[in-house]
């Protein structure tokens, strides 16, 4: 009995012995390998299976009883992954875990204009990082830089206001857009000088150089350095040109051009209906008298701003005219073509005794005007400054005419026509026979009392 308990108590001991050499406990450290700082959430495997994941100071304790080599790896969002070989009889192993080159993507653009901005540089640095590069054309600088590092973006550009970043990288590449804004705007505006009404379409010229032309508000946006002197002349259609040289400083944001008026001499020509001049003619420029026309029928005006103005000439005995004119460029010459002054004129048909004539038909220098009303009259209007030619004609009436004189400004004019009775063959037959009868009469009267006297007896005094 007691060499029995004492043969188990010897296989314990054997046992124990051999359990403790076969267990081995392996301390890991995981550090980053540009800082030396312990990297926590590093996952470990060994031999393929997970077996933890390091602590907040990049430590772990792995406790294995493997006698031979194994494979053991590390993972880090960000970083490279590390494959190693450890011994199995290994207490500790240091790992140094380097991390991913990602691309950081820089993209700027114009804030103006949403265009790409080429050619600007931008500079970055930070995590032992520091590189430029000048953008492409579509606006791009790469980067090849650490994940999950901090870098400081510098960006400069000409006729640009410089730009300063900060960019925190994750655990894969980053493309970052910015806008930078012109350091050189600055604006013309364009008024007219009178009105100070803004001027659309005027063409700016800066230093020989076409800038642009001028939109509704009046506005041409433009791009110059400050601290220059420059040429500026500005044009436009009807307004005199202008040219000046500015001194464009720091503080200037907005150069006013105020663009006068081009101004040209005009003439107005005044005709009657005969093409001939009229003199003494009052003209009228925008509802205001200006003056009258000389015996050429003309009335010049040496300055007239271009525009649209409205023209009124007026005389007595003419039919007023009035129009709208655009006066564009020099020697202008307005016509005027006045029309006489028409004037009411009644026109009366009568008989030999002054009795009204209905249903007359009338004619005007040959040409129809209409039909006598009950009271033998037919109004019309004619054009003053004339002569006329008035004739009627009615049934059973002579055709008859009369001369109408209209002279130049009259309103109102008067004719009479008078016809006659035509001549009647019938009446005048009738009024023969009549006659002859009545001769008969008297000449069978006579002869019958003469018979009567050679019957009567002759009686004698006694």
């Known amino acids: 009995m007691h060499i029995r308990r004492l043969l188990c108590i010897l296989v314990v001991g054997v046992l124990f012995v051999c359990g403790s050499a076969q267990a081995t406990h392996l301390q890991i450290t995981v550090l980053d390998e540009a800082t030396s700082v312990g990297l926590s959430d590093v996952s470990l495997y060994v031999d393929g299976d997970y077996v933890g994941m390091t602590g907040s100071n990049g430590l772990f304790s792995y406790t294995h009883s493997m006698s031979e080599s194994y494979r053991l790896k590390a993972t880090r969002s960000g970083y490279n992954d590390w494959v190693g070989l450890v011994g199995g009889s290994a207490s500790s192993v240091l790992i140094e875990m380097s991390r991913k080159s990602e691309v950081l993507a820089v993209d700027l653009f114009d804030g103006e204009s949403l265009q790409p901005v080429r050619d600007a540089v931008v500079q970055v640095h930070g995590d032992g990082f520091d590189g430029s590069e000048s953008t492409d054309a579509s606006g791009r600088a790469d980067f090849q830089v650490k994940a999950g590092g901090l870098y400081n973006i510098e960006i400069r550009a000409q006729s640009y206001y410089s730009l300063s970043r900060t960019v925190q990288m994750e655990s894969s590449g980053r493309t970052v857009q910015y806008w930078i804004y012109r350091n050189d705007k600055f604006a013309a505006l364009v008024k007219d000088s009178q009105t100070r009404q803004p001027i659309a379409d005027a063409t700016v010229t800066i230093d020989t150089g076409r800038a642009g032309t001028t939109g509704a508000d009046g506005l041409l946006p433009l791009h110059l350095q400050r601290e220059r002197r420059y040429l500026v002349v500005v044009e436009k259609p009807d307004y005199q040109t202008y040219q000046a040289e500015h001194l464009i400083t720091a503080d200037d ?210």
């Open 253 to 462: 944001v907005l150069l006013t051009i105020l663009l006068s008026k081009s101004t040209y001499p005009v003439t107005v020509s005044v005709y009657d209906e005969t093409r001939k001049p009229v003199e003494q003619a009052d003209v009228f420029i925008n509802g205001t008298w200006q003056g009258k026309t000389d015996r050429y029928g003309r009335y010049g005006l040496p300055s007239v701003e271009a525009g649209t103005y409205m023209v009124e000439v007026s005389a007595p005995g003419y039919t007023g005219w009035s129009d709208t004119c655009q006066i564009t460029r020099t020697g202008e010459d307005i016509i005027v073509d006045l029309a006489y002054a028409r004037a009411d004129v009644m026109i009366k048909a009568e008989d030999a005794d002054g009795r009204a004539l209905a249903g007359t038909a009338v004619l005007i220098d040959g040409r129809p005007a209409g039909i006598t009303d009950a009271e033998g009259t037919l109004r019309t209007v004619l054009k003053s400054s004339d002569s006329y030619n008035v004739s009627a004609s009615l049934e059973g009436y002579r055709f008859a005419s009369v001369a109408l004189e209209v002279p130049l400004g009259r309103t109102a004019a008067e004719a009479t026509v008078r016809l006659e009775r035509e001549f009647d063959p019938v009446v005048l037959i009738g009024a023969f026979v009549l006659l002859l009868a009545l001769i008969a009469a008297g000449f069978f009267y006579k002869k019958r009392r003469g018979a009567k006297r050679l019957r009567s007896p002759k009686t004698r005094s006694l």
